[in-house]
């Protein structure tokens, strides 16, 4: 199986020299660095700020808060988004309370000033007060730029950013293969953690602990770093890709294959005592009967993707704070944000599957097991209150720690593996924000 890497762009530009800019622990709790982070790289960059279908109708909107700041989204009559900070241009009330619905009027609670779901100010009380004038008609909602990509709504506070699209650069164009638009949202998880965001991002940026706090997937991924790609795109997002459907190459498996594989392949109508001590064999066996058996078990995305995609998972990195993990069943949703009181040793950390219907099944397979291929409603609490699902679990496991360690007169500086060099990028690229580099 042969992976493609984004044509034009050679195999050197994917891995970037870096500087090896130290690591420090005050940039995960400096409240002066978390603002410079924030004012910088979060205002520039492009961020989800919901699905698109919960935004069916005109009027139907949906709200995010990322930071300090709440963004509101709104369909409008001509089918396209609009987004707004939610904030009130009377005297600065947050405009609308609810994460999303439908209005076709938002008025503040405060003293009532109504704006059109365009953002013009259509009706204000006591409007012949206004020693300036009637604001109706001068005063809108300050509205941010808006895309639509993958079925999820994106907004960005820098008017002077690339369409999505291409911020995304060559991530877009592979990840449009898996049918994202036609997918749902079946996890919807948001949680505040006490640690600063860039903890759990850096775990996102490196496979090395696998081995460690997953133990569990060494039957059904191959973690091993010398069998991963590991790429870095000239836009500052990234991508590793880990062969699935095989284990891990760092243990010598001899044994009829152990959970999940045997299930797998009972399921692709393999008999897994053939694979007896031939683990290798069962990724590109499985790849074939996907191939051959997919369509008919509803499984329709298949056919769009190519031989890797098939059974390998590919875990992108958007810079500053997004993970895609995706896989033939669907794809994750992992991202850090600064927590909204500012306090840089908090978080919120969101939890999302997005996942084709399975044609003629109900259920699909996710990252918390089987579930039904319905819209999700949001589940929000605090670390600890629930299950992210296991893996999750166990990546979150070490946040609280790690904060404290961070902390400590005692910590050093981060002293990275090559195949940590992700964790490594990211942070200088963050850097050339902060000081006004990039
Ligand atoms: S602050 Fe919104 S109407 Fe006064
Ligand atoms: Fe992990």
Known sequence: MERKTYLGVSPSELDPEVRGDPIAGDRYYCRDWAKKEFDTAFVRSWHIGGMLHDLESAGDFITHTLGKESILMVRQQDGTVKAFYNVCQHRGNLLV????GGLQKFTCSYHSWQYAIDGTLTA???????????????????????????????????EKAKPVREWLGPIAEQLEAYQLPKMKRTIYMRVEVNCNWKIIRDN????????????????????????????MYPNEHNRMVMKGCMPSGRYAFDAVPEA????????????????????????????????????????????????????DFYHYTLFPNTTFTIGPDGMQVLRSEPHPS?????????????????????????????????????KYGKHGDFSLGFVADQ??????????????????????????KRVQRFHEILNDYVNGVC
């Open 342 to 378: 500012g306090d840089p040793e908090k978080c919120i950390f969101d939890h999302w599957f997005i996942a084709p219907e399975i044609i003629g099944r109900e259920d699909i397979d996710g990252p918390a097991g089987s579930a039904k291929w319905e819209i999700a409603d949001l």
């Open 97 to 100: 309370m609810s994460p999303m």
């Open 395 to 420: 990546d979150l496991s070490i946040c609280v720690g790690q904060q404290k360690g961070l902390r400590s007169r005692g910590f050093k500086g981060g002293y990275l593996a090559y195949q940590e």
């Open 124 to 158: 204000v009380p006591d409007a012949e007060d206004y020693l300036q004038g009637n604001p109706c008609g001068k005063v809108t909602l300050a509205e941010i730029r808006c895309d639509v990509w993958g079925g999820m709504v994106w907004f960005c506070m820098d």
């Open 204 to 231: 996102f940026n490196e496979a090395y602990h696998l081995p460690t706090l997953h133990p569990e997937l060494k039957t059904a991924i191959d973690d091993l770093y010398t069998d991963t790609v590991f790429e």
């Open 260 to 311: 999940p594989l045997d299930g797998l392949l009972q399921f692709w109508e393999l008999n897994p005592d053939d694979y007896r001590g031939k683990y290798n064999e069962i990724r590109l066996a499985i790849a074939r009967q996907r191939r051959k058996l997919g369509e008919s078990k509803g499984y329709w995305t298949f056919k769009y993707l190519d031989d890797s995609q098939i059974v």
